[in-house]
């Protein structure tokens, strides 16, 4: 991914004055309240000027350049960065689902490093760490102020090195210190069980390169294990991130477009031409008719809620669980000089009914709150959205993770009274409204 121009477009919870000038100078002379473009970059280099003649120390003129960046484009919304190349490099990669560190999506919220989810079977997720703690130190260093790509950086390392991380959580007395072993992070785009008979059940943890081809498979699989046919589906996309545009347009592909042909998918709207585009479902085989509940919460965010406004608007499948997170911003991949990058915001998408998700989320059909392994609690770890991030995009602007299903090495197929799967309340709901559903077919049948 290197070049110039527009690569992909990419979905997700996750992200000098060169830039600047080259910006500014495509526009000479041009008046911003008084003061011209010239003015202000006089004046942005005369403040270069100062800090490297009478600042306290030396200072590094490139890492000054780049927090002129990061500034700059922080100023925008959250989800514009700048990504030199260790971390353009580091976004290609994780794409591909496998990557080195502990395995954490993370944001910036009101300055300070903050997880949006563990990813499952990681070191972090193995160790305790939950959707909303903030990171306050990384191996002893303060990460106040500090950019995604460099905390990142700082949690990346070889397989079998150890990187501490300091936590402040909302109800806990004291920071909570937690050291974990870095591993080689083979994140999986998707996994899938029968959970009983004719009833499959479907997770995507994150929309990669391979996902679209990755569902194929596992829907015909599921078929395989069920007799050639489903009675009903599962599809999670709780605590997904979102990820490749293109790849959550092809799941969404399996399952619309059976009435009429060329249904929308999703629509994106921007400033450039090469922004606004309608992806459409192609003409093909589809997925039978089979009910399906497709599940959200508060971790779901952009592509995931792209799937889940696009089955819901078409009515092909009942959504169930809390308010997802409310990203329907569109980032850009756009390649700069020195093998670096720009992940700039150029555009919203829009449900086929072009309703825009930004800031709102998607709101379930039924909601259904997570219920704590108590049975008493009902609130959902995830405390925070879209909306609550610093400079978010309005709409008029142009959890810890669910567990999967137990593992059966007799038999694919097993009941739902496995001790694990009975303290998943969102899933257990999911799969009664799909008996329900089953039993009153039959019953409109009969009649």
């Known amino acids: 991914m290197t070049g110039k121009s527009l690569k992909i477009i990419f979905i997700g919870a996750i992200v000098g004055l060169v830039v600047a000038v080259a910006a500014l100078q495509q526009f000479p002379g041009r008046e911003r309240g008084g003061e011209s473009d010239e003015e202000y970059l006089l004046l942005l280099r005369k403040v270069m000027g100062v800090i490297g003649k009478s600042y306290l120390e030396p200072v590094d003129e490139k890492k000054l350049l780049r927090g002129a960046i990061n500034g700059m484009l922080a100023s925008l919304d959250p989800h514009s960065v700048y990504l030199p190349a260790d971390s353009f490099k580091e976004m290609e990669v994780s794409t591909t689902g496998s990557f080195g560190g502990v395995g954490l999506e993370i944001t910036v919220k009101e300055g300070r490093l903050t997880v949006i989810s563990p990813i499952e079977g990681t070191p972090a997720g193995r160790g305790g760490i939950k959707s909303g703690d903030h990171i306050a130190l990384i191996d002893g260093l303060p990460t106040r102020d500090l950019t995604i790509g460099d905390a990142v950086k700082r949690m990346r390392g070889p397989q079998g090195s ?139 965010a952009s592509a995931s809620e792209i799937i889940a406004g696009c089955l819901q608007d078409h009515g092909r499948a009942v959504i169930m669980g809390t308010q997802s997170f409310g990203k329907g911003s569109v980032q850009s991949i756009i390649g700069l000089p020195h093998n670096g990058g720009l992940l700039l915001t150029t555009g919203k998408y829009y449900t086929p009914k072009g309703r825009s998700i930004q800031a709102k989320g998607i709101t379930p059909d039924i909601v259904v709150d997570d219920l704590v392994m108590d049975g ?34 007799k038999s694919p197929a097993h009941s739902l009274a496995d001790d694990r799967a009975r303290q998943d309340y969102q899933l257990q709901r999911g799969v009664d409204l799909l008996k329900g559903w089953d039993l009153l077919r039959k019953a409109v049948k009969k009649n």
């Open 162 to 300: 150890r990187v501490t991380l300091t936590l402040l959580r909302k109800g806990a007395d004291k920071p909570l210190v937690i050291p974990l072993v870095r591993e080689i992070i083979q994140v999986k785009s998707l996994r899938f069980r029968t959970l009983e008979p004719g009833y499959g059940y479907l997770r995507i943890m994150q929309f990669q390169s391979r996902t679209g081809a990755d569902l194929t498979e596992a829907l015909e699989q599921l078929r395989k294990e069920n007799g050639g046919s489903l009675r009903g589906l599962i599809l999670d996309l709780r605590n997904n991130p979102g990820g490749l545009l293109d790849q959550a347009v092809s799941v969404a592909n399996h399952f619309v477009g059976q009435q009429s042909d060329n249904s929308l998918i999703v629509s994106t709207r921007g400033r450039e031409k090469s922004s606004s585009q309608e992806f459409m479902a192609t003409i093909g085989v589809k997925e039978p008719p089979y009910p399906i509940v497709l599940l959200i919460n508060g971790g779901s």
């Open 376 to 409: 008493k609690s009902s609130k959902e770890t995830t405390t925070f959205r879209e909306k609550d991030l610093d400079n978010h995009l309005t709409d008029g602007a142009t959890a810890p993770s669910a567990p999967l299903p137990p593992e059966s090495p």
